[in-house]
């Protein structure tokens, strides 16, 4: 018999973990929602084994939290007295330092172990209707220890690798919410920045792939990512303050009609590209 | 016997109308290029039936100009008086304005009809290797007509929609350029600002599809789109003057932790892309 999985929280991530734990693991997955008819459809799809209560966590080898941060942190201090030593607690958040402070304490005063983890993978949109159990094939899969032994992080890493992760990467929360900054964060707030153009309305019939590309995460979730980008305000805010630097060095160098200096911009830029061979 | 279709310039755009023609209808397809190994190679691939000089202009029902914008000109200027009176002759540039102002003069000048032209298709890779036939599938054609006879404009339209375009939108100049510099323009520059971050070339293993999606196009021709963006610099500059007006209230809103502010302006770019169905 596999391990006991308990996910609380069954939206995009929670929903898509529990899929692939229960199609491509022999773990049983016990998960809690605050929404009854997402436990019930997640029962019928055959992506739990069954709907929990927080006396569910007395029985847990692996704890998933699929909660917004600050809730995340709240559902443990609330509940974390209930949870095995022996068990392994992660986070699924997309920033790290704010998890990382307030995470491992309440770990040592429960006695269980905390490590924050972070599957590179989405899509735009959310909840558990979105969710797939294909989800994380071939995504990185993050983890930042926080002090965790290596062997929890061993053990974590090898379960979660069976959900059809291409990789993983053990880093810092710091580092995580550095890189995260450029890679993830930058682009939210650029495709909300950009479809808020007069002309974005009436798009259609003179757009194709660009458009798509730079506007497709526009349709996010305000209140999660709000938090998300207000937890990382400082390395978000230099990544801001950077793109709008070059933004305007661009801008300026077209407005001059200054051909030499925008060729050089754009060539920078191609090969950057190049020199990651992407 | 179809139509004689000459295509002057066998780059991404010029191959890959030379290809369509050549599979999906019964035109005969006369091609030229500067470089020769390109016109062997497109013969061999069966995209081109004959390997032309200018003097296949003669015997052209329609000319197709996929050049650089002031290379297209300046082939008409040198060349136009070869072209037939039946002819019609259409350009593939990404800007339509400064275009339109100075082809119709040299179309009156030598006695054919000119018809702007911009296939909204492309790819992050340049050159006759990356061309193909099915490049315009679903793809949308616009045509700025530039005061060309309707049957004129009738039988270009028809002409290509064999290609596989999805829909044909008829345009002035201006309004193109302005769509233009919102839809395909905006990204290019903000993809090559965005992998100027320091971060760029360590995103491995913390990036996925937002990371992709915004810097996929860096991979920029430089000295194509800075023509581009130089002859449509008032447009341009207008929407990288409102992008980074509205990144710059985001960036405050994130750095003074004022998150009602940041849920709204979020929440209005979420509501953009849910109105448009997207």
Redesign the interface.
């Known amino acids: 018999m596999g391990s006991h999985v308990v996910i609380v929280g069954l939206g995009l991530i929670g929903g898509s973990l529990a899929k692939a734990f229960s199609d491509f693991t022999d773990c049983s997955v016990t998960a809690m929602d605050t929404d009854p008819t997402v436990l019930k459809k997640a029962l019928e799809d055959g992506a739990i084994s069954q709907a929990g209560t927080p006396e569910s966590l007395c029985r847990a080898d692996y704890v998933f939290l699929c909660l917004y941060p600050q809730a995340a942190v709240d559902f443990i201090r609330r509940h974390g007295e209930k949870i095995p030593s022996s068990c392994i607690v992660a986070d699924t958040c997309g920033i790290k330092e704010e998890i990382c402070r307030q995470m491992p304490p309440l770990a040592q005063k429960f006695g269980f172990t905390f490590i924050g983890f972070h599957p590179?993978?989405?899509?735009e949109r959310s909840g558990y209707a979105a969710s797939e159990a294909y989800l994380f094939q071939g995504?990185?899969c993050?983890l930042t220890p926080c002090g965790a032994p290596k062997a929890a992080v061993e053990s974590l890493k090898n379960l979660l690798l069976r959900l059809g992760f291409g990789?993983t990467?053990l880093t810092t929360p710091q580092e995580?919410d550095?890189?995260?900054?450029?890679?993830?964060q930058?682009?939210?707030?650029?495709?909300?920045?950009?479809?808020?153009?007069?002309?974005?309305?009436?798009?259609?019939?003179?757009?194709?792939?660009?458009?798509r590309?730079?506007?497709?995460?526009?349709?996010?979730?305000?209140?999660l990512?709000?938090?998300l980008?207000?937890d990382n305000?400082q390395p978000?805010?230099a990544?801001?303050?950077?793109?709008?630097e070059?933004?305007?060095s661009?801008?300026n160098a077209?407005?001059a009609?200054d051909?030499d200096t925008?060729?050089s911009?754009?060539?920078?830029?191609?090969e950057?590209?190049?020199?990651?061979g992407?």
């Not at 590179?120 to 899509?123: I, T, W």
């Open positions: 590179m993978a989405g899509k995504a990185s993050i990789q990467v995580h550095r890189m995260i900054a450029f890679t993830s930058l682009p939210h707030v650029l495709a909300c920045a950009y479809v808020l153009s007069p002309q974005c309305p009436n798009h259609k019939g003179f757009s194709a792939g660009s458009y590309d730079v506007s497709r995460v526009a349709r996010i979730n305000e209140v990512w709000s938090e980008f207000l305000a978000l805010t990544e801001l303050d950077l793109l709008l070059n933004l305007t661009l801008r077209i407005a009609g051909g925008l060729r911009l754009l060539q920078k830029g191609r950057i590209k190049e020199s990651l992407e």
